[in-house]
């Protein structure tokens, strides 16, 4: 029984929320951006270099017969995961640097100090009262 109160006490802990959360936004977040590429921005780029369609680009080391099929390197696959890490990669450098700078702002904002408390008040009242009298 107390492994399981052991488990409870972590799986509801806020850190693994958070990560549970971060990793559905993740995923989420991972599918507009393959979209985003394979969608919006490879297809110009592959009308710049003549019309070529990165995830079809193959090198057939066997041909296919009527039994099996072709072997082939997809390395135009390759070519496609590569462009969607480096977009996925500058958009989180992108999202990271913003949060940098709002900590930045924070951080630069000076605090004005609290205001002294009534015992801090009421203390300091009698020090200067005990002093004057001293010099008197």
Avoid: C, H
Avoid at 24 to 52: H, N, Y
Avoid at 81 to 87: L, M
Avoid at 104 to 128: C, F, G, N
Wanted: aromatic residues 6%; hydrophobic residues 50%; without cysteine.
């Amino acid at each position: 029984m107390k492994w399981l109160q052991e488990f409870k006490a972590f799986a509801v802990r806020g850190n693994v929320v958070d990560i549970a959360v971060g990793i559905v936004i993740g995923a989420a977040f991972g599918k507009i951006v393959s979209s985003l590429v394979a969608d919006v921005i490879t297809p110009p780029i592959g009308l710049l270099i003549g019309g070529i369609d990165f995830s079809q680009l193959v090198i057939t080391l066997k041909q296919a017969t009527d039994t099996n099929p072709a072997v082939t390197l997809n390395y135009g696959k390759l070519i496609q995961a590569a462009i969607d890490f480096t977009i996925i990669a500058f958009a989180i450098f992108l999202v990271v640097k913003g949060i940098n700078a709002l900590k930045r702002k924070e951080a630069v904002k000076p605090t004005e100090p609290p205001p002294p408390s009534k015992e801090s008040v009421l203390l300091t009242e009698i020090r200067d009262i005990l002093k004057e009298k001293r010099i008197a």
